[in-house]
T-cell receptor, first 109, second 115 residues
C-alpha cells in the first residue's frame, strides 16, 4: 500500500464551480500535512499547510481527519488558473515528506 | 536568484553513459532532498542530507546512484551506467532545519532522457 493515496482525477469543472478531493495516508504517526500545486512540467510549489482544525486560504479550504487518516482540499469559485495537479504531502515525525501521485484539476471556460 | 537552482535542466544521454546533476539549495537551508518524478506520479524520495551528512537513502537509489554534499552547500547526484528506466525528472528541494520549518522549496528539476 502506498503511503499517500489520491484520486488521480481528472476533475473537469466549469469556471465558478466548487471542486473537492481527498487524500488518504497510511502512517498514523504522520504529523504534518500539506497541499502542493504542480503545473505541467514545472516543480511543485506549496499551496497551503493543513492544520488539525482545518484552515482556509482565500478560495481554498483544507481539512484534516486524523481518525480516518484523510486530508481534503476544496476549491471554491474555480478559476482557469486553478488548473493544475494537486499533490498531497505527508510528513512523518522525522524528516521524510511523502507525496501522493496527485489529483489533476482542469477548469474550463 | 535566491531559489533552488538545478543544472542541467535537460540531459539526453545514451544508455550506459554516466550523468551528473547539480543542485544549489537556498543558502540558509541546511536540509537538502533529492526526489525523482516520472509521468503521472508524485515525487519519490531518493535521499536526504542534513548539512554534509547523508542521513537516508531510499531503496530506489540503486548502487548506480550516488549523491554527495561535500561542504554542506551544493549537492550532486550521479547516475552511472544509465538505463532507460532512469528517464525521469530529478528534483532537488531544500528547507531550513528545526521542527517548525517543514516547507520544501523545489528547484525546477533536471529532466533526464536515456535513449
Amino acid at each position: 500500500r502506498k503511503e499517500v493515496e489520491q484520486d488521480p482525477g481528472p476533475f473537469n469543472v466549469p469556471e465558478g464551480a466548487t471542486v473537492a478531493f481527498n487524500c488518504t495516508y497510511s502512517n498514523s504517526a504522520s504529523q504534518s500535512f500539506f497541499w502542493y500545486r504542480q503545473d505541467c512540467r514545472k516543480e511543485p510549489k506549496l499551496l497551503m499547510s493543513v492544520y488539525s482544525s482545518g484552515n482556509e486560504d482565500g478560495r481554498f479550504t483544507a481539512q484534516l481527519n486524523r481518525a480516518s487518516q484523510y486530508i481534503s482540499l476544496l476549491i471554491r469559485d474555480s478559476k482557469l488558473s486553478d488548473s493544475a495537479t494537486y499533490l498531497c504531502v505527508v510528513k512523518r515525525a522525522d524528516y521524510k515528506l511523502s507525496f501522493g501521485a496527485g489529483t489533476t484539476v482542469t477548469v474550463r471556460a | 536568484d535566491t531559489g533552488v537552482s538545478q543544472d542541467p535542466r535537460h540531459k539526453i544521454t545514451k544508455r550506459g553513459q554516466n550523468v551528473t546533476f547539480r543542485c544549489d539549495p537556498i543558502s540558509e537551508h541546511n536540509r537538502l532532498y533529492w526526489y525523482r518524478q516520472t509521468l503521472g506520479q508524485g515525487p519519490e524520495f531518493l535521499t536526504y542530507f542534513q548539512n554534509e551528512a547523508q542521513l537516508e537513502k531510499s531503496r530506489l537509489l540503486s548502487d548506480r546512484f550516488s549523491a554527495e554534499r561535500p561542504k554542506g552547500s551544493f549537492s550532486t547526484l550521479e547516475i552511472q551506467r544509465t538505463e532507460q528506466g532512469d528517464s525521469a525528472m530529478y528534483l532537488c528541494a531544500s528547507r531550513q532545519g528545526g521542527s517548525g520549518a517543514n516547507v520544501l522549496t523545489f528547484g525546477a528539476g533536471s529532466r533526464l532522457t536515456v535513449l
